[in-house]
């Protein structure tokens, strides 16, 4: 990647006898420039230029390969992952606590596969945690249709992407909960399909990769 407008500073002139306020001057001028070297974003770059395929930024990708029920219509339910298999740097703790390893912001992008099996509509809301700690603003709510027979469920697909901000990766980590006021609604996998054949479907599908330090 190559740094435009990146210059190094104008030295002073020698003076022709030593002089302390000479060499005062060429200090902070070469301080200036080795200062410049040693930042990661240095402040006179304009601009960036270059292909950037040589960039590695944290990322992941989890899904859920289980069904996960309810816990009841006054409880929170936490989103559980598989063990990762396509990450870079971002960790799973108790299959639901979300650690990235800088501080930054995030982009998470998520899509859930939401049943309901009972005979009458149900509610469904998710939202995002901080460190055990709901994030303000950031639920949404949806209404699922009652089940169609007895043996085919009513689904719906929520999709959400939002920016998740870190001051400190050691601490803070990130989780999704969700809540339904009937015990019939499920985030549901399903098996691989034939005829013809077709992927499975988890119940839950989750990104996460980082966009920009923080501000």
């Known amino acids: 990647m190559g740094m435009i407008k990146f210059r190094s500073p104008a030295l002073p002139l020698p003076w022709k006898d030593?002089?302390?306020?000479?060499?005062?001057?060429?200090?902070?001028?070469?301080n200036i420039y080795f200062s410049q070297l040693d930042s990661t974003t240095p402040l006179q770059a304009e601009y960036f230029r270059g292909r950037g395929d040589q960039l590695v930024q944290p990322y992941?990708?989890?899904?859920?390969?289980?069904?996960q029920a309810s816990a009841g219509i006054t409880s929170e339910?936490?989103?559980?992952?598989?063990?990762?298999?396509?990450?870079?740097?971002?960790?799973?703790?108790?299959?639901?606590?979300?650690y990235v390893p800088y501080a930054g912001q995030y982009l998470v992008t998520f899509s859930l596969?939401?049943?309901?099996?009972?005979?009458?509509?149900?509610?469904?809301?998710?939202?995002?945690?901080?460190?055990?700690?709901?994030?303000?603003?950031?639920?949404?709510?949806?209404?699922?249709?009652?089940?169609?027979?007895?043996t085919i469920w009513s689904h719906i697909v929520p999709t959400i992407t939002l920016i998740f901000d870190v001051t400190d990766p050691n601490t803070e980590y990130f989780q999704l909960a969700w809540w339904s006021d009937k015990t019939t609604v499920y985030l549901e996998n399903y098996a691989a399909g034939t005829s013809p054949s077709r992927p499975a479907i988890p119940s839950v599908i989750f990104t996460i990769n980082l966009i920009s330090a923080n501000p």
């Not at 339910?77 to 979300?98: A, Q, R």
């Not at 005979?119 to 089940?147: C, L």
């Open 18 to 30: 030593y002089n302390p306020d000479q060499q005062n001057q060429l200090i902070r001028a070469l």
């Open 60 to 67: 992941a990708m989890l899904i859920s390969s289980v069904d």
């Open 77 to 98: 339910n936490l989103i559980e992952y598989d063990p990762p298999s396509i990450t870079n740097g971002i960790t799973v703790v108790n299959n639901t606590k979300i």
């Open 113 to 150: 596969q939401v049943t309901n099996r009972g005979n009458s509509a149900g509610e469904f809301e998710v939202w995002a945690k901080r460190g055990n700690i709901n994030i303000e603003s950031s639920n949404t709510r949806f209404d699922i249709a009652a089940r169609k027979s007895s």
